[in-house]
């Protein structure tokens, strides 16, 4: 249908606010990214805005080469893969049976999981709960305690509702198991919903700092948002203490402000890098995922 002139400008209108909203929502980024690439005087005197003042990538060269942010890169990367990995997975061993009327129970099974979302234990009653099964100070405590989330569940069990029982039962006569069937057929038809909740999980581990400050004591495991935390507000994060830096002035104050914006470029790389991938599929899953149930 071809569109009147006045619903044109209307169209246009629209696309102006919300190309202005799209900048504004990304012009803090592009401000630290000049921030990573100028030096302290220029950032101090205001200088920086959108653009980097007196160049340099010897931010980047010095984050990129202390070991802690590396070692903490290293635990936020395996915690996301890993986190994610079990996430998908037990998640669809949930859903699948509780979408299938024929399984006794799931009724209440279902009310379980959703009374879940509405009351929870408490953060003092998980706490004990990790320390009595031996998961403090452990990588583990990253992974288990949330290793299934309530709210995809419900998602997936709705796409998987959608299904054709046909498909499945044409299975069953070639001699397909539940399992089988379940990663050959169902999750290869749910990919848009899989690809949604591998998002939900995969930000939400790689951006995840509180599970740290609870349950893990050891510095070796801190994933890279609490070195960014420390970096940032308290400034204990090694790169800036007893390096020798005392010597040269714009390199302390160097530490001090253009380390941290290069520090947050590149840990946000990663998850815009991952992010085009599945985008396409959020939308899609999120809706078709809604539609039944």
Same mark, same amino acid.
């Given at each position: 249908?071809?569109?009147?002139? !006045?619903?044109?400008?209307? %169209?246009?209108?629209?696309?102006?606010?919300?190309?202005?909203?799209?900048?504004?929502?990304?012009?803090?980024?592009?401000?630290?990214?000049?921030? %990573?690439?100028?030096?302290?005087?220029?950032?101090?005197?205001?200088?920086? %805005?959108?653009?980097?003042?007196?160049?340099?990538?010897?931010?980047?060269?010095?984050?990129?080469?202390?070991?802690?942010?590396?070692?903490?890169?290293?635990?936020?990367?395996?915690?996301? @893969?890993?986190?994610?990995?079990?996430?998908?997975?037990? *998640?669809?061993?949930?859903?699948?049976?509780?979408?299938?009327?024929?399984?006794?129970?799931?009724?209440?099974?279902?009310?379980?999981? @959703?009374?879940?979302?509405?009351?929870?234990?408490?953060?003092?009653?998980?706490?004990?709960?990790?320390?009595?099964?031996?998961?403090?100070?452990?990588?583990?405590?990253?992974?288990?305690?949330?290793?299934? +989330?309530?709210?995809?569940?419900?998602?997936?069990?709705?796409?998987?509702?959608?299904?054709?029982?046909?498909?499945?039962?044409?299975?069953?006569?070639?001699?397909?198991?539940?399992? !089988?069937?379940?990663?050959?057929?169902?999750?290869?038809?749910?990919?848009?919903?899989?690809?949604?909740? *591998? $998002?939900?999980?995969?930000?939400?581990?790689?951006?995840?700092?509180?599970? *740290?400050?609870?349950?893990?004591?050891?510095?070796?495991?801190?994933?890279?948002?609490?070195?960014?935390?420390?970096?940032?507000?308290?400034?204990?994060?090694?790169?800036?203490?007893?390096?020798?830096? +005392?010597?040269?002035?714009?390199?302390? $104050?160097?530490?001090?402000?253009?380390?941290?914006?290069?520090?947050?470029?590149?840990? *946000?790389?990663?998850?815009?890098? @991952?992010?085009?991938?599945?985008?396409?599929?959020?939308?899609?899953?999120?809706?078709?995922?809604?539609?039944?149930?």
């Amino acid at each position: 249908m071809k569109l009147t002139r !006045g619903e044109q400008i209307g %169209s246009a209108i629209n696309y102006v606010f919300l190309g202005a909203f799209a900048l504004l929502a990304l012009a803090p980024f592009v401000h630290v990214l000049a921030q %990573s690439f100028s030096s302290h005087q220029a950032i101090t005197s205001g200088k920086v %805005s959108l653009w980097p003042v007196d160049f340099s990538i010897e931010a980047y060269t010095r984050v990129l080469s202390e070991q802690e942010f590396l070692r903490s890169f290293q635990i936020s990367f395996l915690r996301t @893969v890993a986190g994610t990995a079990v996430n998908v997975v037990l *998640t669809c061993l949930l859903a699948y049976p509780i979408a299938k009327p024929y399984i006794k129970g799931r009724s209440v099974i279902m009310f379980l999981i @959703v009374f879940s979302m509405m009351f929870g234990g408490g953060m003092i009653p998980t706490f004990l709960i990790v320390k009595e099964t031996g998961l403090l100070n452990t990588f583990w405590a990253y992974i288990i305690p949330g290793a299934i +989330s309530a709210f995809n569940v419900i998602i997936i069990r709705n796409f998987f509702q959608s299904v054709p029982a046909e498909l499945e039962e044409s299975a069953k006569i070639d001699g397909g198991s539940n399992l !089988g069937i379940l990663f050959r057929i169902v999750i290869p038809l749910s990919m848009p919903a899989i690809a949604t909740i *591998t $998002l939900f999980h995969a930000v939400g581990h790689w951006n995840s700092f509180f599970d *740290t400050v609870l349950y893990v004591t050891d510095r070796k495991l801190f994933p890279l948002q609490v070195y960014l935390r420390e970096l940032i507000m308290f400034n204990q994060s090694g790169i800036d203490n007893n390096s020798g830096y +005392s010597a040269n002035m714009d390199s302390t $104050l160097l530490a001090l402000e253009s380390l941290k914006a290069a520090a947050l470029i590149a840990s *946000t790389i990663p998850i815009l890098i @991952v992010y085009p991938f599945l985008q396409k599929y959020f939308v899609k899953g999120i809706m078709l995922g809604s539609v039944k149930g």
